[in-house]
DNA sequence: TATGCGATATTCT
DNA sequence: GAATATCGCATAG
């Protein structure tokens, strides 16, 4: 299965230049891994935005060796572990020196299925990508990544969307403890690979 | 389908 | 030393 001829790599000044409209904009478009094995690639169907102020993002309290790629420029990739066992992919969404961020938090899988599958296995198709964890693993993304500029000639970037996107709705974020009942959440209505419960996906 | 719980390691307090 | 932008498995309904 051949990436979508469509699929071309997004220009950077498409980029909305606030954060939650980032978030919106990046439903539909495609994040791609042009990995040692072989092209992984998804239609971004879920988002979260950690705008400056919000402090459920982890640029509220200034900049720390760990989320200073949150304060790079919009358009780098924030790469960051937790819980013991998952990587989050984000994407810095302010202009350089303001923290933060968009969290990609599921994918629908495209091209490189069967990577994906034995990357992560016993995980059925809706499974591979539905969770910000699991598209991480998916597509093979880890540290390494942390602080690359999705925008530049690289094996990670982001595209334009290989096909037309669904309506757009909104949420409460979810796993967070502050700034609780902010909608700032986003996804595509109905797509099976959206995480998270049922309640906050509907709409 | 929904809810609950433990695992796990990095970061920050 | 505590908390965590989660996952996968277990159990119950």
Known sequence: MDLPLTVKPLPREHLPSATLAMARFLIGKTLVHESP??????????????????????????????????????????????????????????????????????????????????????????DLTRGPGRLAQALQIDKRYDGVDLFAKGTLWLGTPARRTGRIATSIRIGITREVDRKRRFFEVGNPNVSGPRALSLS
């Open 37 to 126: 094995e072989g092209m992984l690639s998804g239609r971004i169907v879920e988002t979260e935005g950690y705008p400056p102020g919000d402090a459920a993002s982890h640029a509220f309290r200034g900049k720390t060796n760990r989320n200073q790629t949150l304060f790079l420029g919009p358009g780098h990739c924030y790469v960051y572990f937790t819980y013991g066992s998952s990587f989050m992919v984000n994407v810095s969404s302010e202009e350089a020196g303001i923290g933060a961020g968009v969290l990609l938090r599921a994918l629908e899988p495209l091209e490189g299925i069967e990577i994906m599958q034995r990357n992560r296995k016993n995980a059925s198709v809706r």
